[in-house]
């Protein structure tokens, strides 16, 4: 399913990479410095994700999310946690992804963290929409676009937007409650 997913140009670099930096991470073990191994297990997570390795994409974001909360870096924490619900989504994970999106996307409200918050919804309405609940899915997305908008990101509320036209391209007008066709691709930012 590739509805309102993103996918790398060039997957087997950015695989490499990812088992690069997964490996680094590795090598700090869990009593290193958790903040650079939960960047790093990060980073290989969404590499791999882009790649479409998604056993090891949710594997490094667990990892990554794991290290953050040892950190007590509660943005480094959200921004994880995005990931990893993000891979789960990916992986066909979706109600466990949107409970996690939603998680997150509280905890950068309480964190103050309104960028960030605009990543956990933009990600929770197109996993919302693949579930066939396009209300709820167009509600987070919405959500998202007054918050980039708010921030003055125009490259990212220009993904937002987008993501809006497609859901509305991709329902049948009669029921808007009915899974998006799936023929759209739209970035995921």
């Known amino acids: ?16 990479e990812a088992d690069r930096l997964a490996a680094r991470a590795r090598g700090l073990g869990r009593t290193g410095k958790q903040g650079e191994r939960a960047r790093l297990f990060g980073q290989a997570a969404e590499l791999y994700r882009r790649a479409d390795q998604l056993g090891p994409a949710v594997s490094s974001a ?10 007590g870096d509660r943005q480094l924490q959200a921004a994880n946690q995005i ?5 789960q989504f990916y992986a066909g994970g979706h109600r466990e992804a949107a409970a996690l999106l939603e998680q997150s996307a509280e905890l950068c409200t309480d964190i103050g963290d309104e960028l960030m918050r ?9 996993c919302l929409v693949e579930m066939g609940r396009t209300t709820r899915g ?3 997305l919405t959500a998202a676009a007054i918050i980039r908008f708010e921030l003055d990101q125009p490259h990212l509320l220009a993904s937002s937007l987008r993501a809006l036209l ?8 009669d029921d808007e409650d009915q899974p998006a066709r799936r023929q759209h691709a739209v ?3």
């Open 1 to 16: 399913m590739d509805f309102l997913r993103d996918h790398s140009d060039a997957p087997a670099a950015d695989a490499a």
């Open 62 to 71: 667990r990892e990554a999310v794991a290290s953050s909360v040892r950190t």
């Open 83 to 87: 990931r990893l619900a993000t891979a």
């Open 118 to 126: 605009s990543f956990a919804l933009q990600h929770l309405g197109k």
């Open 138 to 140: 167009r509600s987070a």
């Open 166 to 173: 497609e859901l509305e391209r991709g329902l049948d007008d």
């Open 187 to 189: 970035p995921s930012q």
